[in-house]
């Protein structure tokens, strides 16, 4: 890596485009260093396409299972992708796989956080500002605790906001749109089961 491009620059282009490492090194030494002008250029290139392909249709993909060492946990996970081709590449197969290890030891409870039922965000939301706490605060600081609160609660609970197991410097949103632009189709998540013995 170029002396004057440092890790964390290039972990925070990673997370800003979903690009892989290699390529956000490449865009970041070609900028000298502006992230700004780095994410055009991925851009320019193709790189970057996890976004502009969020709208289309995915027919394809597949199912994939994975049950723990002690046969006391499991998952499924549907990953689902634009076509047949990309559903039996080695990208989409690792991509389901390593979710479904994710679904087992991390234990999500939804896929995003629009998936969350209102109701439940009320619940959460009601608790953190009746805490004592919060009782004698100013307003915009009530207001900025909340919603690093709650951002908290969804990293917990929704898949795509999961730190990813293997690597905690990526959620389960950028280690998608890595394989968005490998594969160059949109892909989803559409839906998991964990299963636990005894609950």
């Known amino acids: 890596m170029s002396t004057d491009i440092s890790i964390d620059l290039v972990k925070k282009l990673r997370e800003k485009s979903g690009v892989g490492i290699a390529d956000c090194k490449k865009a970041l030494i070609e900028s000298k260093g502006d992230i700004d002008k780095a994410f055009d250029i991925l851009r320019e290139r193709g790189i970057l396409k996890a976004g502009e392909r969020g709208g289309r249709d995915t027919n394809e993909g597949m199912i994939?299972?994975?049950?723990?060492?002690?046969?006391?946990l499991g998952s499924l996970v549907e990953l689902d992708c634009e076509t047949d081709f990309v559903a039996k590449t080695d990208v989409l197969k690792d991509l389901a796989y390593n979710i479904a290890i994710q679904v087992v030891g991390m234990?999500?409870?939804?896929?995003?956080?629009?998936?969350v039922p209102k109701d439940i965000i009320k619940k959460e939301e009601d608790i953190i500002v009746k805490d004592e706490t919060m009782k004698d605060k100013p307003q915009?600081?009530?207001?900025?605790?909340?919603k690093g609160k709650m951002d908290k609660f969804f990293s917990e609970v929704c898949l795509l906001e999961q730190v990813y197991y293997k690597d905690n410097s990526i959620t389960i949103t950028n280690l998608l749109n890595e394989a968005i632009s490998k594969t160059g189709e949109n892909i989803k998540i559409k839906r998991f089961v964990r299963f636990e013995i005894g609950k």
């Open 64 to 72: 994939v299972s994975y049950i723990h060492q002690n046969n006391k």
């Open 140 to 146: 915009n600081v009530k207001e900025n605790i909340l």
């Open 107 to 115: 234990n999500p409870i939804y896929v995003s956080r629009e998936d």
